[in-house]
């Protein structure tokens, strides 16, 4: 057997040497012309793959080596296979169905994320394609069907959310996501070509899913994108705000208002001063009619937030925006009463003296009905005002102008109220403006009194002319001299008049 070996090799020196020169000297050059290269110099990157059942099979027909296993020069290259392999999705309706696959992803998105945090330099522009094409095939989706549910019974709180059954591989895929935003080597010059306005429009449609774990995740997400790609800031605003006009004027339902306005939130208080004219136009057209709906409890906390900001930035805003709030002000909706009334204790802290002239007329009457309202917890919430402070300081130093508006409000409440709090929560406020100024304070008592007796004589008359009217029509009648038909009518045109 070495014989025969060695004959071949000595065939293969014989021929070389019988070769003639010039054969020699190609032969050396090309040897020089082409050095020997790492395979993965030679590789071409992967072409995005076509989703579908059959390249599904092939592509998890056999597992990938892990990344820690193969050469520096070939990770590259196998990492974005490994993106191909994840972006191909499962049906996790069905536990039984293609559970090997499914576990293969799953460990595949840890390997990948595991890679990502072990240093600089995965992030580049070379894989921004591959990074973000796994994204739109793992996170766009067609949504569940909302659940429908009564907006006054709903309670956060007590109800139980809806859990997409594929999180096991979202949260990976979300937790990616962010280390691609966040990540150092992601260029925004870069980032902006793939993660362009459509894709933004798709991300925001995932803020209606009803996981708060995957409505938590996109938050962080959009505001990662708003931070680093400045030059979609405008359009991430305004299609926030086109979310808004649909569920104001259309829909009235939406699981991400919460969310959105959280994000807005951290956005409006980062504005510059002054403030820009479309950031003012985005208040009295977005965020203030989002008071009208009926679910408003599930997002007033972070809608309370941003208004806030927007008065504490500019107090000029105050007046248009207390005025919206009286606008959109409950007739019915008692926890909703309770709610502004809240929201109106935070606003009035932040506003000047000379805003709250312009508006504390039509602000305590509406104070005034809270005062007397026969639910016992808007009663209550209106007279806490008055443990505020400023609040406090504000009424008197006004106090000649707006003693007359809610002193007949506390005697009604101190004369006929039902319940014990409110009825001692008023008499502690009457004993305030009777110590602070004890004449006004009994010239509006005594113009109450003298509205009170005035009223009282005014439904006497009233009754004793129906009466005189109902007898003479009777009269009339048992003569025949009119018709019950005729004396209907009189009687309708009398109480119209």
């Known amino acids: 057997m070495k014989q025969k070996l060695s004959g071949k090799k000595d065939t293969s020196k014989s021929k070389d040497e019988n070769a003639p020169a010039s054969s020699k000297a190609v032969s050396t050059i090309n040897s020089k012309a082409v050095p020997a290269r790492p395979p993965s110099a030679v590789r071409e990157k992967p072409p995005i793959p ?11 027909a056999e597992p990938l080596p892990s990344l820690s296993s193969v050469p520096q020069t070939e990770k590259q290259f196998l990492f974005v296979q490994k993106l191909h392999l994840c972006a191909f999705t499962f049906d996790f309706t069905d536990h039984t169905k293609q559970v090997r696959e499914k576990e293969i992803k799953r460990l595949t998105l840890l390997e990948l994320l595991d890679y990502c945090n072990s240093g600089g330099g995965k992030f580049n522009e070379t894989v921004s394609e591959d990074i973000v094409f796994m994204l739109k095939c793992n996170l766009f989706r067609t949504l569940p069907p909302a659940r429908t549910r009564e907006v006054e019974q709903y309670d956060a709180d ?9 999180w096991p591989h979202l949260q990976i895929v979300y937790e990616f996501f962010l280390r691609y935003i966040v990540s150092n080597d992601t260029d925004s010059k870069v980032a ?3 993660i362009d306005q459509q894709f933004i429009l798709k991300l925001l449609e995932l803020f209606d899913s009803e996981d708060p774990r995957e409505r938590d995740y996109v938050k962080t997400v959009l505001h990662r994108i708003y931070g680093k790609i400045m030059l979609h800031r405008p359009f991430i605003r305004k299609s926030i705000n086109n979310i808004f006009y649909r569920f104001i004027f259309e829909t009235e339902r939406h699981n991400g208002i919460s969310e959105l306005l959280e994000i807005l939130g951290s956005i409006i208080n980062g504005f510059a001063i002054p403030l820009k004219e479309e950031h003012k136009l985005f208040l ?13 409890p599930m ?19 105050a007046d248009p925006v207390l005025r919206s709030l009286l606008k959109f002000w409950p007739v019915t909706n008692s926890q909703k009463e309770v709610l502004f009334l809240g929201e109106l204790e935070e606003l009035i802290e932040l506003t000047q003296p000379q805003e709250f002239q312009k508006v504390m007329v039509p602000l305590f009457k509406q104070l005034a009905k809270c005062f007397t309202s026969q639910h016992f917890q808007v009663a209550e919430r209106s007279l806490f005002l008055w443990n505020n402070e400023y609040f406090m300081n504000l009424v008197a130093q006004e106090r000649h102008s707006l003693l007359p508006i809610f002193v007949p409000a506390l005697e009604e409440n101190a004369a006929n109220h039902w319940n014990p709090t409110v009825h001692g929560l008023t008499c502690n406020v009457r004993k305030l403006f009777q110590e602070l100024d004890e004449p006004l304070f009994e010239d509006c008592r005594r113009k109450y009194e003298e509205d009170v007796t005035q ?12 009466e005189a009217l109902n007898r003479a029509v009777q009269t009339k009648m048992a003569n025949g001299t009119v018709s019950p038909a005729n004396a209907a009518a009189a009687a309708s045109t009398a109480r119209r008049s």
């Open 455 to 466: 009223h009282r004589i005014d439904l006497t008359s009233r009754e004793q002319k129906w």
């Open 192 to 194: 902006k070509k793939y």
């Open 299 to 317: 997002y007033h906390q972070q809608l309370a937030y941003c208004v806030a900001q927007f008065v504490e930035k500019d107090p000029k805003l």
């Open 50 to 60: 076509m989703i579908n059942d059959q390249t599904t099979q092939q592509f998890y």
């Open 284 to 296: 009295q057209r977005a965020l203030m009619p989002l008071h009208k709906p009926k679910c408003v």
């Open 158 to 166: 007590e109800e139980e959310p809806s859990l997409d059954p594929a």
